[in-house]
């Protein structure tokens, strides 16, 4: 029966091409326009290929969430912000250390995957970039996982925002790394909604929030939930505040 449809319908293609041959001119300028639409709209809703380099390997790890390659490129882990490790002017953050053995542990002498998102590097120089282990482990999710980071939403690289976002509230509901032994200070925070920034509320950069984009908040937990992160300008000791 379909064959039979088809059939049918070829026939009275070629009926209306032969009995009507100047609209078979217009069918004829119509259609390269039509395909060109078509791709237009394809090109305008794909996000593009994944870029990514199949083997490099790691020769050094900075901290919880940098890594430096064989070839001298340094890596800052997408969408986590791990505890300072202390330097000779500041010292580290609870659990600095520990957020960079557990990265080196992961890392550290082995080869890696690299997936690119839309933005490659940051104001430092630094390559951005998603880091999956030979075993397929996704090392900046497995990082917020275990508590040893927390979420940091950067606009445009947002591929994983969810996976990522998912990864801390089990690390938190679970008291794993920087939420176990949770202080909650008393204070009042307001969020830009766009930056995903959270601020103390006597900020001077919380009041130039427009009030479209502000969200308040009366817990950090609160703001961290929702995938907030601790503007350093004003939350200047990050996540231990």
Excluded at 102 to 131: P, S
Excluded at 185 to 197: A, F, L, P, Q, V
Aim: glycine share 8%; charged share 25%.
């Amino acid at each position: 029966m379909k064959n039979v449809s088809w059939t049918f319908l070829n026939i009275r293609i070629l009926q209306f091409k032969f009995t009507n041959p100047s609209r078979l001119l217009n069918t004829n300028r119509i259609l390269p326009c039509f395909l060109l639409i078509v791709a237009l709209g394809i090109g305008l809703f794909s996000t593009g290929p994944v870029r990514a380099e199949t083997s490099v390997f790691v020769r050094w790890v900075d901290d919880g969430d940098t890594i430096v390659l064989i070839d001298g490129r340094r890596i800052r882990y997408i969408g986590i912000d791990a505890p300072e490790i202390g330097h000779a002017d500041k010292k580290p953050e609870p659990m600095g250390p520990d957020a960079k053995n557990f990265n080196r542990q992961m890392v550290f002498q082995t080869h890696v995957r690299l997936e690119f998102d839309k933005e490659k590097t940051d104001h430092y120089g630094r390559h951005l970039a998603y880091i999956f282990s030979p075993a397929g482990i996704f090392i900046n999710k497995e990082l917020l996982f275990q508590g040893y980071a927390h979420y940091l939403y950067r606009h445009p690289n947002v591929r994983y925002h969810a996976a990522l976002l998912e990864a801390q509230r089990s690390a938190m509901k679970a008291e794993r790394g920087i939420w176990r032994n949770w202080v909650e200070g008393e204070g009042r925070y307001i969020g830009h909604k766009g930056s995903k920034r959270f601020h103390l509320s006597n900020c001077p950069l919380a009041q130039k929030i427009s009030p479209d984009n502000q969200i308040y908040f009366t817990k950090r937990w609160d703001a961290f939930w929702q995938g907030y992160a601790p503007a350093k300008n004003c939350l200047l000791d990050g996540i231990s505040q």
